[in-house]
């Protein structure tokens, strides 16, 4: 079906720059963008359907690019302990923390899972996402971990939702290797990451590289695997302190590097000769109460791409809203509308290495967007959470609730 998409005002975040076409027109067919430009240079006589959008700002549809949407139980205790002055560190150290949503992950079912997690990542489509990156992390062996990439994939296609399938198998160490991380490193590197990478079920490798989870030289042997298995890898680097893991991550050409607050200048410069993403998480950030800015002007200076998402998960940013990290990206790293909106457009898309065909509204990408009953698309960033009048258009058919 070839359809028109008329009388709208577009920001089309091609190459992630913001850019504006008013009174503009958009052909969709086969689920792709056949025609985007200024109403008046349209010259199409083969159109079906034609849909008048009543002057809506049209955004790519938003893609949260690191999140952490399936787990067991949560964590809102730990939020209270946490009130009262324990450290997040702390808490990890007695035995909570990750530790805490592993248990409870590995004693739920699948169908536990799914829908737990259906009800969190409605959530975030209700803000107009229409592609999903989510981890595991939280099973931490076999078989837990491949029930949740299951439960991943499983939303993938039971949802109007592109969902990307990480393997954060190094995120934590589980009890069973207390003492003995360098082995459950050589078990995720044997047996996890060739079974389940073999079952089809991850898209991409991800670990946590800090002092209280895996060092940068465990996580390396995890990126070789990775890449042996052909496989692009992402790293949690920076979060709590300065290891250069960001660095480490460009030298195995990282889709990303995750959370940064305490990069340093050579990650930038790192990160920006290898096109790695910085993906900013506002929400992890606010939610632990850092005071640890990330270096905006570094990553600024040495055109580094910058994404925003949510890092939803128990522990850390149990954010239900990417729009709220839009504003958060705003308020607290000081990050403009514009850069605010290419780092949930087409720089969240590179950082899933869907770059060439989702995150912006070009001729020949897949036909995601969003049509927003707002005044301006900054309008995304102000309103602190709430739900935005919007239709929504996947693969060029409109979704209804
Ligand atoms: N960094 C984070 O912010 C989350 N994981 C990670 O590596 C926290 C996960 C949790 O606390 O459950
Ligand atoms: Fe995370």
Same mark, same amino acid.
């Given at each position: ?157 039971? /949802?109007?939702? *592109? ?5 954060? #198998? ?7 290797? @207390?003492?003995? &991380? +360098? ?104 939610? /632990?109460?850092? *005071? ?5 002007? #570094? ?7 910058? @994404?925003?998402? &949510? +890092? ?90």
């Amino acid at each position: 079906m070839k359809t028109l998409w008329h009388n709208c005002h577009v920001a089309r975040m091609a190459q992630g720059v913001y850019s504006v076409i008013d009174d503009a027109a958009i052909i969709t067919a086969g689920g792709r963008i056949e025609w985007i430009g200024p109403r008046q240079a349209l010259s199409d006589p083969g159109i079906e359907q034609r849909v008048d959008l009543g002057g809506a700002w049209v955004t790519p549809g938003l893609i949260d690019c690191h999140t952490h949407a399936v787990f067991g139980g949560n964590r809102s205790g730990e939020f209270e302990q946490r009130l009262q002055g324990v450290s997040y560190a702390e808490i990890a150290a007695q035995g909570g923390g990750i530790a805490s949503t592993v248990r409870a992950t590995r004693a739920a079912s699948e169908d536990e899972l799914y829908s737990s997690a259906l009800r969190r990542v409605r959530a975030l489509m209700r803000d107009g996402v229409t592609t999903l990156e989510i981890k595991s992390g939280y099973g931490l062996d076999l078989d837990s971990e491949r029930k949740l990439l299951k439960v991943i994939r499983r939303l993938g296609e039971s /949802l109007p939702l *592109t969902v990307r399938a990480t393997c954060l #198998a190094a995120h934590a160490l589980p009890p069973e290797y @207390a003492g003995r &991380s +360098d082995d459950y490193i050589e078990h995720i590197c044997e047996v996890m990451l060739p079974a389940l990478a073999a079952e089809g079920l991850v898209d991409a490798v991800d670990a946590f590289c800090e002092y209280l989870a895996f060092s940068p030289a465990q996580v390396e042997r995890v990126f070789i695997k990775a890449q042996a298995l052909g496989l692009p890898v992402k790293l949690h680097a920076e979060q709590l302190s300065s290891l250069a893991g960001s660095s480490l991550a460009a030298r195995y050409q990282a889709l990303s590097a995750d959370h940064l607050e305490f990069m340093t200048e050579d990650d930038a410069i790192a990160m920006a000769a290898a096109g790695t993403v910085a993906v900013l998480l506002p929400g992890a950030f606010y939610f /632990l109460r850092e *005071t640890q800015l990330p270096p905006m002007d #570094a990553l600024r200076k040495h055109g580094v791409k910058i @994404a925003i998402a &949510s +890092d939803l998960n128990p522990g850390t940013s149990p954010a239900l809203s990417l729009r709220l990290m839009l504003n958060m990206a705003c308020t607290l790293f000081r990050m403009t509308p514009e850069e605010a909106l290419a780092g949930v457009t087409q720089h969240a898309a590179t950082a899933l290495g869907l770059g060439d065909s989702h995150g912006s509204l070009e001729v020949g990408k897949v036909a995601d967007f969003v049509a927003w009953d707002i005044e301006r698309p900054a309008d995304l960033c102000y309103w602190l959470g709430g739900d935005l009048d919007k239709r929504v258009v996947r693969h060029g058919v409109e979704l209804t609730d």
